[in-house]
């Protein structure tokens, strides 16, 4: 079964502090996995994907397989970054290689 | 760049109307899907399509139909609306598995 779990809802940082959103997967297969990311009342857009290991406004995520994992981080927290951040997964062609979503991280960067 | 564009932007129901949520992209893209975003719940997929003229449902497709007339566009069809489908509706396109998904600004629809 292919799941993507985001195991914290709130996420509360201070600006300047790193910050780690976790999210693991499970799948069968070779993952493609990506980060999204909502600022308040927007829609979706694409911050990182794996495949290209790119770094988005300071953002990173390393694919784990052994530990199955997807975290994103930044070393040092903006306010600007508070939105909900989403993990997901592409599924596989039964689906139209849908993404699958966590449920979501909700990240307040207070100063 | 217009990308993917979704009608209504709000919209209020009673129960048991019927109404179309219009999907439209401006990409080509052969993929492309419904979801429905509920709080603390993430995105849920109700159909998606592979091409013009094929449809597939997701995960939650009861209570929902949808067509896939021409490449562009992908409507979604609520007959019966029901206080359970009170959320927020995002179409989303895609090219291929490993590409971009791209999004549009939603749909928010309450059920009274």
């Known amino acids: 079964a292919q799941r993507v779990t985001q195991p914290e809802k709130l996420l509360s940082v201070f600006k300047g502090a790193p910050v780690e959103l976790k999210c693991n997967y499970s799948?069968?297969?070779?993952?493609?996995l990506f980060w999204y990311v909502q600022y308040s009342r927007q829609r979706l857009q694409l911050l990182l994907r794996?495949?290209s290991r790119e770094s988005i406004k300071g953002f990173t995520a390393d694919l784990n397989k052994g530990e199955t994992s997807f975290h994103l981080k930044k070393p040092f927290a903006q306010e600007e970054d508070s939105a909900m951040y989403y993990c997901?997964?592409?599924?596989?062609?039964?689906?139209?290689?849908?993404?699958?979503f966590g449920k979501g991280t909700s990240l307040l960067v207070t100063p | 760049n217009a990308g993917v564009t979704q009608t209504p932007k709000f919209r209020i129901l009673k129960i048991g109307q019927s109404m179309t949520l219009q999907c439209t992209q401006d990409?080509?893209?052969?993929?492309m899907y419904w979801y429905r975003q509920d709080p603390g719940m993430g995105l849920k997929l109700i159909y998606y399509?592979?091409?013009?003229?094929?449809?597939d449902k997701g995960e939650v497709p009861n209570g929902y139909n949808v067509s896939r007339s021409t490449t562009e566009d992908f409507p979604l069809r609520l007959e019966l609306a029901a206080p359970s489908q009170t959320s927020v509706y995002f179409c989303?396109?895609?090219?291929?598995?490993?590409?971009?998904?791209?999004f549009g600004q939603g749909t928010r629809l309450t059920v009274v």
């Open positions: 989303a396109s895609r090219a291929t598995r490993n590409t971009e998904a791209f």
């Open positions: 799948y069968s297969g070779s993952p493609e």
């Open positions: 794996h495949i």
């Open positions: 997901a997964l592409s599924g596989h062609s039964n689906s139209g290689y849908a993404l699958n």
């Open positions: 990409m080509n893209h052969n993929y």
């Open positions: 399509s592979v091409g013009a003229g094929i449809t």
